[in-house]
């Protein structure tokens, strides 16, 4: 490792920088692929391994096993980056995903195939969640570098989950299932190379300090799990935004389950091709990246900038020891002035993307009524920009807040994405199945609704609200 690696990563020069967020992302959405490719082929595996479908859909234990490790396992890996230094345990990590990628495709058993899943999801959830730190390290108070360096992981993120099924499918249409596994296993070996060289160090040196290393961990693990655990019952803006997040992310793994029941239940289609359908979704996620890009650079600072004028012009004697304190931080760079401007873009669609396109997916999945299969394909488009735009809002708007505690405040939204995803999919077939595709949609449609209660009451009350935590700024 050159002695450079250990310097001030901020001081980098910004192609470097770039370089390093680049080479995460592009890992983000590769980790993201093995998450959901075996979807398509729960048929085929369910009948390799004699599981029994009748009753219930065992072979959604495939997401479950992924994200549950996703969801558990960065609480404890990630906190032992600070003292160990990111790339180590990352190439580690990844050397291990590979491993465990492999397996998949030579199980012999479907218990194996759990095992493996439950490990590469642990893996891959390390992998993804550590973009944030990096993020954190190389930008410092560069809040426009920052925040687009995590719409392009947040996009990464969702683009590989949804895109996963998409590429299973399309081999599956050709090749047996475990040459799903195989496939990602080249793609994984063969950018191994562009990881170890182009990801470079973020940390500092390790301080040689008097304290143990194993009491420092320690101390980080107790500092993270319970300030994250106390942040997301007690912080108004922690748990509202977790729930809006966690629904979200959500939401697409529900998709992957909905749309081969819909493509093939109701329109015949074979199940690769209904998977193929998900690039509705993922098409949506590309929009709304454009939407987050175009927030990001310029309706963000927009307003930012007409908050700190407000600030300054507001009377000495009408501010408040919590107004100043405000000013001091956004002068500082602790928070920038306005952070409810994040989510000017983002309500709007989670209401009439996330909320509509629920609704549209669901009434239009009738061909019997004339309906042909663009109609809910373009709800799952509006879906897409809906997931994009209000998971990048919420990741940007928790990290400006909480400049001293974003770690805790990611991980436990983290969490909670990652425990939605993990199990809202074990409900997907029999609420489909019991409330009929139009209903089960529409309901996915009212609790899109109630969830944006929160980041609607933040935007209007933001302030005030940010005042009364101890936590923020």
Known sequence: MAPSDWTDAAEWSNSRKWTVIVTACTVTFLVGIN??????ASEDIAHRFDVDLTAFDHTAFLVTAWNAGAAVVPLFILPAMEDFGVRPTYLTLYALFLVFVMVQGVAMN????????????????????AVDGMAADLWGNDTRRRSLSLTLFIFGLLGGVTIGAVIGGVILASLSWRWISYIQLVIYGAFFPVVIFCLHETRPRVSKGKVPVKNRISSALNETILRSSKMLLTEFVVSSFTLWSSFSFGTVLIMTQSIPLVYT???????????????????GEAIGLILCVFQDLVIFPQYSERRSKDLEIHPDNEKSPSLRQEIDNNKAGKLPPNPEARLYTSI?????????????????????????????????????????????AVTNYVTDCYPTHANSAVSAIAFGENTFAAFLPLATRDMYTVLGF????????????????????????????????TMIG
């Open 35 to 40: 998450s959901t490719a075996l979807l398509p």
């Open 110 to 129: 479907f218990a194996t195939l759990l095992v493996a899943r439950v490990i590469a999801g642990s893996c891959g959830g390390v992998l993804q969640n």
């Open 265 to 283: 239940a109701l329109y015949s289609w074979s199940p690769s091709k209904g998977g193929i359908v998900q690039v509705a979704l993922f098409i």
């Open 348 to 392: 709007p669609a989670s209401l009439l993307g996330l909320t509509a396109g629920f609704f549209i997916y669901g009434w239009t999945s009738q061909p019997d009524q004339g309906y042909a299969w663009p109609l809910p394909t373009l709800g799952l488009l509006l879906i897409g920009v809906g997931i994009m735009a209000i998971v990048q």
């Open 438 to 469: 139009a209903w089960a949609s529409s309901l996915l449609g009212f609790l899109a609704i109630a969830v944006s209660i929160g980041p609607i009451l933040l935007v209007v009350y933001g302030p005030r609200i940010r005042r009364r935590s």
